[in-house]
Nanobody
């Protein structure tokens, strides 16, 4: 069992920055790759960013490329999502995700989810 605990959500102004953190505990190992998804009310959960199989590989949804950065600190079992220049349309619940043996690209393939803190971007 793996537990994911996120922090860092809240209210931010458009154009500012915000960093989400996700700490993994339990049966964590290098076999799990971490990522971020988001979900708006009444919509499906969508992929945002993930770490790839290798430590220097990352993937992003097109709408956040150049603005968001995913990174990890293995010593702390923590993955981050740095959100620069957020837009009002980035206002959603953000979920940390863990997938065993592969990048966290599709919701159906995720093994564990975090609780989903709200990020609200004001204009």
């Amino acid at each position: 069992q793996v537990q994911l605990v996120e922090s860092g959500g809240g209210l931010v102004q458009a154009g500012d920055s915000l960093r989400l953190s996700c700490v993994a505990s339990g049966r964590t190992s290098s076999n799990y790759r971490m990522g971020w998804f988001r979900q708006a009310p009444g919509k499906d959960r969508e992929f945002v960013a993930t770490l790839g199989r290798s430590t220097d590989t990352t993937y992003y949804v097109e709408s956040v490329k150049g603005r968001f950065t995913i990174s990890e600190d293995n010593a702390k079992n923590t993955v981050y999502l740095q959100m620069n220049s957020p837009k009002v349309e980035d206002s959603e619940l953000y979920y940390c995700a863990a997938r065993r043996f592969g990048p966290a690209l599709h919701p159906a393939e995720i093994d564990y989810w975090g609780q989903g803190p709200q990020v609200t971007v004001s204009s």
